[in-house]
């Protein structure tokens, strides 16, 4: 027996918007030869890389408020970096550039253009003189991967509301397709076999899918601290089980979210339970 793998700290960005129909978050679907949650649906993403760290990236902005948001105060610097990596992961997933200072789309074209040739995001940033929007981002939620698994993530969700003026498009590259759905359609969608979800973006949708407005998600999220959610598998006769807070075969008996503990693997696919 070896010990689990660290998890890498990363970021995840639920992209939100409303046009009249009520709130829809954009998913992106993950190459099919991808190391991780390959063809599945998910909310734009990624690790933590060391750049997300450069001051330039944080100038006027308090580390100890960021830390406060995450409610991780054990290292401000990391809370900041954290914030700049969903942004990174926005532009770089979706193309959807979150910033407090103008910008048109040619900008935002040849940004992401450069950047997927591995120019550096933070010395792209200083070029254009932008100012990065860390306080639009809304903490939601915090997910941990299962001691299991190989690969290993420590990942924060967190809330944005896509601009007006911009068109969110996957990058072809890491991401293959991308969709605005409703929460409530798009597990539908899942349980039609039309699209595939990992239980975090399946319950994240769920949770958002009680709301009727993008105001009273946001809401939501800060009126408490985001939970941490550490699920755990179980090997039920060959039936894969996995477990979430509160549920009874989860070590922690308070639930993080109000409804689903516990999705079973049928059939390849991931099925929503009750403990």
Do not use: C
């Not at 610097?77 to 048109?104: M, P, Q």
């Not at 420590?154 to 409703?182: C, G, I, N, Y």
């Amino acid at each position: 027996m070896t010990d689990p793998s660290a998890p890498r700290d990363a970021a995840t960005v639920l992209l939100l918007r409303d046009l009249g129909v009520g709130p829809e978050v954009f998913l992106v679907k993950r190459h099919g030869g991808s190391g991780f949650m390959a063809g599945a649906h998910v909310f734009p993403g990624g690790v933590l890389d060391d750049a997300d760290r450069d001051p330039s990236l944080r100038e006027g902005a308090s580390p100890e408020a960021f830390a406060r948001a995450l409610d991780e105060l054990d290292d401000p610097i990391r809370a900041v970096a954290l914030h700049v990596a969903a942004l990174r992961e926005t532009f770089e997933e979706a193309g959807v550039l979150l910033t407090t200072t103008a910008h048109d789309a040619d900008v935002r074209a040849t940004l992401r253009a450069r950047h997927a040739e591995r120019d550096e995001f933070p010395a792209l940033v200083r070029e254009h003189g932008l100012v990065l929007s860390l306080e639009a981002l809304v903490p939601q939620a915090r997910w941990i991967t299962p001691t299991v698994e190989k690969r290993r993530y420590d990942a924060r969700f967190f809330l944005a509301v896509a601009p007006d003026d911009q068109e969110a498009t996957h990058d072809a590259k890491e991401t293959t397709e991308s969709a605005w759905m409703r929460p409530a359609d798009a597990i539908d969608a899942e349980a039609r076999n039309v699209i595939r979800l990992p239980p975090p973006t399946m319950r994240t949708l769920e949770h958002l899918a009680a709301f009727e407005s993008i105001p009273s998600i946001l809401a939501d999220a800060r009126s408490r601290r985001p939970p941490r959610v550490a699920p755990v598998f179980h090997d039920r006769g060959g039936t894969w089980i996995l477990a979430l807070p509160g549920d009874p075969l989860h070590p922690e008996p308070e639930p993080t979210f109000p409804g689903t503990t516990r999705y079973v693997l049928e059939g390849g696919r991931w099925w929503a339970r009750t403990g």
